[in-house]
């Protein structure tokens, strides 16, 4: 398994910007895939993005398909989430998981076969 820590969240107003970051620690952050999901206060943890491991393929819900970029950077064991155009129901906290699969991304959407987790950042729009 990997280590992951998250980064980047914080107060912004609505129509603005974020870049999340999630760093990895492991041997294995090359060969797996990564996803970010988010919990909103009341809410169930929602899957956001995915990527698979080579960043061939990406996932979004449809809420975000067109304001939110994941990317990653297996270099630098790092995986990104650009934030575009955020909106007061994007407020959550966002945790990137890590799962040791080469599968394709249309398949990590499911938070139950993710077995690294971060710790969460909070990511708060104003309006």
């Known amino acids: 398994q990997v280590q992951l820590v998250e980064s980047g969240g914080g107060l912004v107003q609505a129509g603005g910007s974020l870049r999340l970051s999630c760093a990895a620690s492991?041997?294995?952050?090359?060969?797996?895939?990564v996803a970010w999901f988010r919990q909103a206060p009341g809410k169930e943890r929602e899957f956001v993005a995915a990527i698979d491991y080579n960043a061939r393929t990406t996932k979004y819900i449809d809420s975000v398909e067109d304001r939110f970029t994941i990317s990653r950077d297996n270099a630098k064991n790092t995986v990104y989430l650009q934030m575009n155009s955020l909106k007061p129901e994007d407020t959550a906290v966002y945790y990137c998981?890590?799962?040791?699969?080469?599968?394709?991304?249309?398949?990590?959407?499911?938070?139950?076969?993710?077995?690294?987790w971060g710790q969460g950042t909070q990511v708060t729009v104003s309006s």
């Open positions: 492991g041997r294995t952050f090359s060969t797996s895939g």
């Open positions: 998981a890590a799962v040791n699969s080469r599968a394709y991304a249309v398949v990590l959407d499911n938070a139950s076969i993710f077995g690294s």
